[in-house]
């Protein structure tokens, strides 16, 4: 069993940054992929960015490419997400959720992920 916890979030005007912080406890996370996703008001849950346990190969969505960064530290058995010139359509509450492929083919697909976070909510102000 893994627990994970979101922290960092917050509402912010935009183009500022935040960073989110995703602590598991339990199981390690060590051995597992991490992603990120996302959910705003109305609109399904959407893939955003994950990142291999290793920490060498990460993957994201077109929308946050160049803008957010995920890592990793596995001693801390934290990952985070660096989130750079928000946008007002960044808003959503933030998952973290742990995945046993390795390979960045089944990271994106919402059904491979089997621990889940509570969320964390970013609101971005225009």
């Known amino acids: 069993q893994v627990q994970l916890v979101e922290s960092g979030g917050g509402l912010v005007q935009a183009g500022v940054s935040l960073r989110l912080s995703c602590a598991a406890s339990?199981?390690?996370?060590?051995?597992?992929?991490t992603g990120w996703f996302r959910q705003a008001p109305g609109k399904e849950r959407e893939f955003v960015a994950a990142?291999?346990?290793?920490?060498?190969?990460?993957y994201y969505a077109d929308s946050v490419k160049g803008r957010f960064t995920i890592s990793r530290d596995n001693a801390k058995n934290t990952v985070y997400l660096q989130m750079n010139t928000l946008k007002p359509e960044d808003t959503a509450v933030y998952y973290c959720?742990?995945?046993?492929?390795?390979?960045?083919?089944?990271?994106?697909?919402?059904?491979?992920?089997?621990?889940w976070g509570q969320g964390t909510q970013v609101t971005v102000s225009s």
């Open positions: 959720a742990s995945n046993p492929y390795s390979n960045s083919y089944y990271w994106t697909i919402i059904g491979h992920y089997n621990y």
């Open positions: 339990g199981r390690t996370i060590s051995s597992t992929a």
């Open positions: 990142i291999s346990w290793s920490g060498d190969n990460t």
